[in-house]
């Protein structure tokens, strides 16, 4: 199998590819249909690149139902920080996130499956891929809550005005 699937908890899955190196450079596969869905990952629908200079925080973000979305998130360059909240009330760890490092070295990349607020800070100047699963994007349907939720380890946040609006998680309209 060309990935390693390791399990964080709450559906959270950290994705190792296999990386085959060669005088080239290396090659390895990002998305397959079949492993991914066996993981019980399903097929995307829709691809989101961004690019984040160092400091960067984008989230915490999320579609409520019933445009809700997976994400697959993947960074080509750079180095982010990702956090995935769970939002879901009636959740036994609703409240608690997962952490993990993304960058251009390990090539790990995080399935976080709908019901979880997502956001990531850049470590250094980083493009983000990621990859959307269930529904499209649905501008009446975004959520978020502050980025205040999370310690970032970079204290001077380069964020968007829309993104500092956010409420807390405790006013903040989730999954049921
Ligand atoms: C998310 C998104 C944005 N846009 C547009 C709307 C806006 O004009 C511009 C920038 O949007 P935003 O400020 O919402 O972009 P950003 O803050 O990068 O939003 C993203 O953050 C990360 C953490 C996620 O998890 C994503 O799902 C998404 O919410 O791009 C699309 O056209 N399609 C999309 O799917």
Redesign the pocket.
């Known amino acids: 199998m060309p990935f390693e699937f390791e399990n964080l908890g709450m559906g959270i899955i950290l994705i190792k590819p296999k990386v085959f190196p060669d005088k080239r450079g290396f090659f390895l596969e990002v998305f397959k249909s079949e492993d991914f869905t066996k993981m019980r990952i399903p097929n995307v629908i829709?691809t989101?690149m961004?690019f984040?200079r160092k400091g960067v925080v984008?989230?915490?973000?999320?579609?409520r139902t019933p445009k809700e979305?997976g994400?697959i998130?993947f960074v080509p360059k750079g180095r982010i920080l990702d956090v995935a909240v769970d939002v879901r009330k009636s959740s036994p760890t609703f409240g608690k996130y997962v952490k993990a490092e993304l960058n251009e070295e390990n090539h790990y990349m995080l399935w976080?499956p709908p019901g979880f607020a997502?956001?990531?800070q850049a470590l250094e100047d980083s493009i983000?891929i990621?990859f959307?699963t269930h529904n499209?994007?649905s501008?009446p349907h975004?959520r978020?809550i502050s980025y205040s939720y999370i310690d970032w380890p970079i204290k001077e946040v380069i964020i968007?005005d829309?993104?500092l609006q956010c409420p807390s998680l405790e006013k903040a309209e989730v999954f049921d």
């Open positions: 829709q989101n961004s984040s984008r989230g915490l973000h999320y579609q979305q994400k998130i976080i997502h956001g990531f983000v990621y959307i499209e994007y501008p975004e978020c968007s829309k993104d």
